[in-house]
């Protein structure tokens, strides 16, 4: 590795709370959106809940990969992108050369679903009403709907030749691509990257959780004691990662640094997390050791914190353990109660977070907690925003699997 | 890339039978490929309510951990929290979600059966062969099309480059499932690929320390819009002849490989390397006609690696 240093010098985003950073920091200092039920009429479920993206943010464009009709997902997924490099400013030579590295769980997902259930008789607006009934799918010639399609379809829609990549890492999907990205960068590989995930409705997700019993019918609690699971939201957030040298010979001011990453894996159970959460907190400090950081130099953290009752409660313990009683009084940004689980575009929503709250300086409050849950002893500023010092965030990306990924982004003024 | 140099130690593969010998690509024993009763060594302690992808790459992992010389019976003898799972599938879990999406419409999700429930992520594979064995480095999961086993080792070699693991195991696992038959019967794409293959990625100098051989160095990849250009890359300034491991060869022995060609391609050099005079062997896929990605792997000799 060529120890190059790596900055986020462009944001994109669509989600529940709008299209565009704007929209969604100012959804985020508004306290966050609301879950709705799914117009699935296939969601045969107790609670098909999601925080979804309001129709009219939902692209048209593109409709094709080739053959491939492109569900909201990667749709969303090139909005964002388009608004990523555009906020980063670089040239065309640049994006050209351009590598897209994009975590992606469902992908596809609602195309393919769409076509499994073609005997549907009830019109589903999102997923267009002229095809929702089609027993067969005679524009596509009858070929396949492949599920990951996001990261190659970004990257036509770009122009971008530097490799397109799909990480299926689950929830921590897009946490990974975020690491691997700088990994990429550092190592002399490329200069620009960007990385990202997008999401799109997915019955077979909700309906999963819902049999894990594990889907919240009321709505996302994080550290609630009443929490019953998560809600999942849809969305899309890149990022453009920068070698700090090819962003000063162009004049950049970053957002933040992405100081470093941290990750491991349970090996414990498919689904369920380690309970004593050993890897989650090896991921915590080998990302802090690998910025050079110290707990006491982050200011704040974007956890996981999915709203399922053994996650809080282990991330918590785990945090717990990596900042002491400091977690009294360092404040966490539950983004999951603003904006859903968004899968695997979790971890990048999390870093596109991070990087905002290190532009504005200050972490949003997030919903309250009707009562908040005494084995999830950890802060979470509801009544009011609260500046962030020091110039630090950790930000949390799990999944099944026992995939951690844990990334440190470092403000320009921050510790280092 | 700079870093430490990234090499082969282990092999191993889970093929179907109907494939025959293949010592003509493979330079292993017969313990390495599986040539033992494919279907029994898919069942029993270990294999219970996982996916038939999962199955696949469990054997293979476990001949490819032996082979490297990191079990002791059944228990990894390895650095665990530094070795790595990287695992590239694209049709892996198609059955999964296939049969959930069926069974959500029909019954609700109340019929779905919460053992099976992992599957639908497509990280699933990765997981399982990470609890089998302990392995608690970074876990990762490459859904990226017909490049995706060159990319899997592209990125078990960046981890070990970037010092996050010592170890990693690449797998590649397709399994021939009755909605993958359908789609390749749709994409005209010919028979299925039934099987898995692993190789073990290590770093030169964690090899070294154990006193194992390293059966080959990952000495270049890239990726490309065509082959041509994919290949200048990746061979770089390496003067060396090659011997070409070419996919049209892989995919007419062994059917439509998918995401696990890549792997089949460089566990197939890695054997072979020093056989023949063999000094280099180059894995391509794509064309030159620049209608899908192209990538190529360069696989040498580790003779003289640091």
Known sequence: MTGRRVLITGLGAVCCLGTGVEAFWRGLCAGGGHAEPLADPHAHMRSPLMYQVPLPDVPAEPRRLGHVRLGAGPRMGVAAAHEALTDAGLDPQARRRLSVVLGVELGNADMHERRRSSAATRVDPRRGSDEVGALSCPEDGGRWVPLTVTAPAVAAALGATGGAVSLGDACAASGYAVGFAADTIRAGAADVVLAGGAEGISRVSVGAFNRLGAADPVRCRPFDRHRRGTVFGDGAAMLVLESAAHAASRGRVPYAELGGAGWSCDAYHPTAPEPEGRQVVRAMRDGLAEAGLAPEDIGAVVPHGTGTPLNDAVESRALRRVFGDRCQRLPLLSLKAMIGHTGGAAGAFGCLAAALMLRHGRVPASPPLEDPDQECAVFVPQQASVPLSPSAVLVNSYAFGGNNVSLVLAGRQGPR | ????????????????????????????????????????????????????????????????????????????TGPAERTAVVVSSNLGNLDSVCSFVDIIARETVTGLSPLGLPHTSSNAVAGWVAIQYGLRGPNVTVCNGSTGGLDALFWARTLVAARRSDVAVVVGTEPDTEPVARLLRQQDSGPAFDGAVAVVVESAEHARHRGVRARGVLAGYARARDLSAAITAARGLDPRPVQLLDAETFTTRFGYCCGALGVLQCAAGATRLGRDDIDAVLATIGTAAGAEAAAALLLARAEGVA
């Open chain 2, 1 to 76: 890339m700079s870093g430490p140099a990234a090499v082969i130690t282990g092999v191993g593969l889970t093929l179907p039978d109907s494939v025959g010998d293949v010592t003509d690509l493979f330079d292993v024993s017969a313990s390495e490929r599986g040539l033992f009763d494919r279907e029994a060594g898919l069942r029993g302690r270990g294999m219970r309510h996982k996916d038939r992808a999962s199955r696949l790459a469990l054997r293979a992992a476990r001949s490819a951990l032996g082979d490297a010389g990191l079990l002791d019976a059944e228990t990894f």
